[in-house]
């Protein structure tokens, strides 16, 4: 068992308190020597900086100012990061790398919600929401004569296809498993016998985009992966077929995708957009198949414990000594968000 390692909750008092509800806080207390300095929202606060020189573990959370070489200088003895958030990339620098430093990403449990929010927007993609609501609501309680979208609205034996099957791709499939659904999978990184694990086919994206009712994408933002989803692409997919993204605005080119949704021939549920949020004279705010959400599929509220609790399990890992459960090395960095 290691000695109480100095730590330094690296994010505001009201962030601190949505991620770590009363138990994880006294745990909090019972693993660590926490910094005496209240978090100020940098690193060049001359407190905080006094404060670094003797830091172990940092636990940090979305907005933590980059941990670039003058932060890291400060902080000779900084053995481990912890993230109390999903992505690293804002963050963590190379420096971090060359340090040798332990990261760890609560990435595992937000992919809990964001599949949980996936899996809903599947149910009603398949129900041709928003369409079909949008189209009732004009009625304001009179008589309603469905469209032609009514006779289709169905979930039984439609093709769900998932791109990417990450963190959150695979906690999709596993959501899908009771469901009447006939699920394909595009991912370079995996192979058949996987996809067959987790209940999917495994097709390449072209053959995905052209078969699938319904396309959900779970690919993380890399340069090779910026824009996959082009004009190209979407007019592979058929007339009628919802795209949903939870992922990452930019896996989509939205100039391509907006003509698709203006001239009605797609549907689209959209929780993250490029650029995001949209300018205020886009269509899609108006559009009928089109549903837009402002980036709420990840933890919010009471969720966001969950993330909190496994920083909190990993920081009893390192303290016993023992391997972490959700470390993230320089080499995860090429494929993961």
């Known amino acids: 068992m290691k ?81 109390g958030g999903g992505t690293i990339r804002h963050f963590v620098t190379d420096a971090c790398w060359e340090r040798g430093l332990v990261i760890v990403s609560a990435a595992e449990a937000n992919a809990i919600p964001v599949a949980e929010f996936t899996l809903a ?37 439609r093709v769900v296809g998932l791109v990417g099957l990450s963190r959150v791709g695979r906690r999709v499939a596993a959501l899908l ?6 699920v394909l999978a595009a991912d370079p990184l995996a192979d058949a016998a996987q996809a067959r694990r987790l209940g999917t086919r495994l097709v390449d994206l072209d ?27 979407l007019a592979l997919m058929g007339d009628h077929t919802a ?9 989509v080119d939205t100039e391509a995708l907006t003509k698709e949704l203006v001239s009605g021939r797609l549907m689209a549920f959209l929780d993250v957009t ?23 599929a990840g933890s919010t509220g009471t969720e966001l414990t969950r993330m909190g609790a496994l920083v909190v399990d990993e920081l009893a890992r390192y303290v016993a000594g023992e391997g972490l459960a959700h470390r993230v090395t320089r080499e995860d960095m090429t494929h993961v968000a």
């Open 177 to 182: 498993r009771p469901f009447d659904f006939d």
């Open 121 to 157: 927007s599947i149910i009603y993609a398949g129900k041709r929401l928003p369409t079909l609501g949008r189209e009732y609501a004009t009625t304001r309680g009179g008589t309603w004569f469905p469209s032609d979208a009514l006779a289709a609205a169905s979930n039984l034996g």
């Open 207 to 233: 053959e995905l985009l052209g078969r699938a009712d319904i396309v959900s994408l779970h690919a993380p933002l890399l340069p090779t992966t910026q824009h996959m989803i082009d004009a190209r692409r």
């Open 3 to 83: 000695t109480r390692p100095r730590t330094l909750l690296a994010m505001p008092h009201r962030i601190a308190t949505r991620l770590f509800d009363d138990h994880a806080m006294a745990r909090l207390a019972e693993l660590t020597t926490p910094a005496d300095v209240p978090w100020s929202g940098t690193f060049e606060d001359t407190a905080v900086r006094a404060a670094l020189s003797d830091v172990e573990v940092l636990v940090t959370a979305w907005g933590t100012p980059p941990l670039d070489e003058r932060v890291l200088a400060a902080a000779p003895r900084l053995r481990a990061v912890l993230h």
């Open 243 to 251: 795209l949903i993204n939870t992922a990452r605005g930019g896996l």
């Open 274 to 296: 490029d650029p995001e949020p949209l300018p205020p004279d886009s269509p899609l705010y108006d559009l009928p198949n089109v549903q837009l959400t402002p980036h709420l």
